[in-house]
């Protein structure tokens, strides 16, 4: 019998010290700082307001890691950001996705403390244990916490949204609603690529302000409707082609499938309803991350969860769909894409 090795359950055990190196980098816009700059540890410590004790091990835990790159060693050594942290996290460029990464260090780090505590109870850990208010309602009464959301949001998918505009074929479609468009992300990416559609994004009249002004900032005013209203409520804008991300996981089954009747039923003949979310594989064995989100819809909403392809087909055959597909897209994302 081959030796056993226990380096892979102590790296997952701790995986929480490499988490926070790097949260704590982004909460301290350590790479944005930095920018296009190389810089010795004292300066960057100094830039960063730090105590010199701590510098050389958080700077060096970095480069091991991999989030930065080091010229040389010892005091006069230089640290520099690596192509994808230049890339990635540096908020002065479009391409930014830290935001998720400052939710995670602000809200989620500490609810995923309780996990033990929400597997046992089927209840949320989140502000709703101390509020009693939903998660939404919380969001939506602090300006500064949902814009912080709707950013986190951008960042996670941006990658997808890009893949989804490039993989599908829009070309027998001729309009697009978005629904809980937040800033306008994926009808933004999707107009730019396709000028023959025409997009529309909608979401809650309070996030209206918000995605206007992430829409003129792409220049793409002109080119984007923007429609208010409450899509548990009211019926939807019609379409040829609807697409919800990240928006299926966050309810129970009972408005997960309220939500496919209603994106049903707004479509056009032939229309076709896509999903992009971090579909579990139908075995529920290789996706972790999907698997990991789920339990994190357990954290925030205590019933709402994310769901297989096969899950996902179940629902929109009830629903009168006609066929589908899950068409993967960036890491462990994919398109679960119904036909009527």
């Not at 991350?289 to 969860?305: K, N, P, Y």
Request: proline letters at 3%; aromatic letters at 12%.
């Amino acid at each position: 019998m081959a030796s056993l090795d226990s380096s892979r359950i102590f790296q997952t055990g701790f995986g929480f010290w490499q988490s926070k190196v790097l949260l704590t980098a982004v909460e301290l816009e350590l790479f944005t700082k930095l920018g296009s700059q190389s810089m010795t540890g004292e300066s960057l410590g100094k830039m960063l307001d730090l105590h010199p004790r701590g510098i050389w091990d958080f700077f060096d835990t970095l480069v091991a890691l991999g989030f930065l790159n080091r010229d040389g060693n010892g005091p006069t050594a230089l640290y520099s950001n690596t192509d994808e942290t230049a890339h990635f996290l540096d908020k002065n460029k479009p391409s930014y996705i830290g935001g998720i990464l400052e939710m995670a260090n602000d809200r989620l780090y500490r609810f995923w403390n309780d996990l033990g505590i929400a597997l046992k109870t089927g209840k949320p850990q989140n502000e709703i244990k101390h509020s009693q208010k939903s998660m939404f309602e919380v969001l939506y009464e602090d300006i500064s916490r949902l814009e912080q959301f709707m950013g986190a949001m951008r960042g996670i998918s941006f990658g997808n949204f890009e893949a989804f505009a490039q993989k599908f074929d829009f070309s027998g479609y001729k309009t697009l609603c978005d629904v809980g468009g937040a800033t306008g992300l994926l009808s933004s990416i999707v107009a730019e690529q396709h000028k023959h559609l025409e997009c529309t994004s909608f979401d809650l009249p309070i996030v209206e302000p918000i995605a206007r002004k992430w829409i003129a900032k792409a220049g793409l005013s002109d080119r984007i409707n923007i429609v208010s209203g409450d899509f548990l409520k009211e019926p939807l804008p019609r379409a040829d082609i609807i697409t919800m991300g990240n928006i299926l996981h966050d309810w129970n089954l009972e408005k997960k499938k309220h939500l496919i009747r209603s994106a049903y039923e707004a479509l056009s003949e032939n229309g076709v309803f896509i999903v992009i979310e971090n579909i579990i594989d139908d075995d529920r064995r290789t996706n972790a991350f999907g698997l990991m989100m789920s339990l994190h819809m357990l954290i925030e909403f205590g019933d709402a969860f994310d769901f297989t392809g096969a899950d996902f087909w179940e629902w929109c055959t009830e629903a009168g769909f006609k066929r589908y597909e899950v068409v993967h897209l960036v890491g462990p994302c994919s398109a679960a894409i119904a036909y009527k």
